[in-house]
């Protein structure tokens, strides 16, 4: 069993979330592991302006996929890895 540790960080204002397990695209975290919500966040970010959000190339205001978390991700969504482009 892989014991996991949280450590809450403040960062320009928001709280981030970071854990021992490496987060990258071959290894992503859960939605609930990400605390990702399918609305905007704190003063409005969302998705559409994280670094780590893929859009839908078919219809960009479909969900589309994030880098660090698994499963579809709107783009008016948000979660504890926001990243601003």
Do not use: E
């Not at 695209?25 to 893929?54: K, M």
């Not at 008016?76 to 990243?83: H, I, L, N, R, T």
Request: aromatic share 10%; proline share 12%; glycine share 12%.
């Amino acid at each position: 069993m892989i014991k996991r540790r949280r450590v809450t960080l403040g960062l320009g204002g928001f709280v981030w979330l970071a854990s021992t397990r490496m987060l990258r695209a071959d290894n992503p975290a859960s939605p609930a592991d990400a605390h990702y919500t399918d609305h905007p966040g704190p003063g409005g970010i969302d998705c559409a302006g994280c670094q780590f959000f893929l859009p839908n190339p078919a219809d960009p205001a479909r969900p589309g996929s994030c880098q660090l978390i698994t499963g579809p991700v709107g783009p008016d969504g948000y979660c504890d890895f926001f990243a601003r482009r």
